[in-house]
């Protein structure tokens, strides 16, 4: 291969984990410290970057045709039509993309190119992340990515579409950018990334702890394990944001609990009024944070080994979640980090 092919390769790669600095670490001995996770990070960016180097040597031995290149790679970016924007909680959104191939690759930026809805198969899987790019500076190619989890059905994606739930954060740099698309627009991804692989029945309980946007990529998977009539998993969701306004698939979540093997318990850490006043009928929802004792409630009596946990939040929430477990006695195989 030659240098310019490789450097092409090396632009595609997701960006390294940072790595943390000494002062990152208090010194109390944590189980995992931030060094242990950011090894974890490390072995899955290096998987990642095999993957995707390994694809793109395959691609580069075959000339594709428009029709057969796939609607969404791993290693290159696909341009998908913005169809919908549905605004889901006083700060996020639903955004809903549709597969496209416009008429010429060239062409991509032009004003004027035509683009087709491609409603074919997407091969994205529950769990899974995407990336998005957005060019800040089309002179200096200036490229700003981020990665969102899609939280449709199979469904949806068979039909060449995906929807996103993105918070918009006021001084977010991506957040500016999204705020402005408009339906119709074209937007660029790649993916999807991720090693989360479900097998039905393979474990008796899935432990879901998750905050914030965190929820994106746990909404899909229980609902394709509720869904799944021979699937006897029970999935206990307990998510955690600061206030009732910022409770994210609430709705969803009701609907989930009409299923024999799922429950969930939200914890807001800033409430105010009393918590009836504003919780609805069959809602479990308790005030604080999600601590240690309510991770060991949780998984009092169950056998560990048949229990999987899932994991996602910000870094200080995984980091403690993974500490509180672990601390528990659950191993590391029963153990995911998204
Ligand atoms: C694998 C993966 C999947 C993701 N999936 C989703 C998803 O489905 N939906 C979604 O909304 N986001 C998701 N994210 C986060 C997303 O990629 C961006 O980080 C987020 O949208 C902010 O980007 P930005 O450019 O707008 O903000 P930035 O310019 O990067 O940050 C602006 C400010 O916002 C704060 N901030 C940024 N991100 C967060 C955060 N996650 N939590 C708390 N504060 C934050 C920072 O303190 C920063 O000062 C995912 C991230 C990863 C790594």
Redesign the pocket.
Known sequence: MNEENQQSIDALLPPCPEEPQESDCYGSGCSPCVFDIYHLQLIEWQKQCNEIRCNERCRSETTDTESDKPLLSQIKFSPFQLLSVQQHTHD?FIYSFQAVRASSEQDLRSHDIKYTHVKEPLDIKVGQ?LIMRYNIDENQNGF?T????P?SDLKSSRMGQFE??????E??????Y?QNLKENDIVEWRGP??NFKYVPNSYRHLLIFCA??GI??MYPIAKFIVENDSDETFVQMLFACKSFEDILFRDEMQQLALYWNFSAVIFLSRVESPLQSQARYGEIIRKGKMDKSVIHEHLAGKTLQRVLVLICG?KSFNKDMINYVKQIGVQDENIHL?
């Open positions: 996020t992340h700003l981020r990665a969102y989890t939280i996103v739930l993105i918070k918009l954060y001084h977010g740099k991506m957040s500016k999204i990334f991720g914030g946007t994106a990529p910000t998204f």
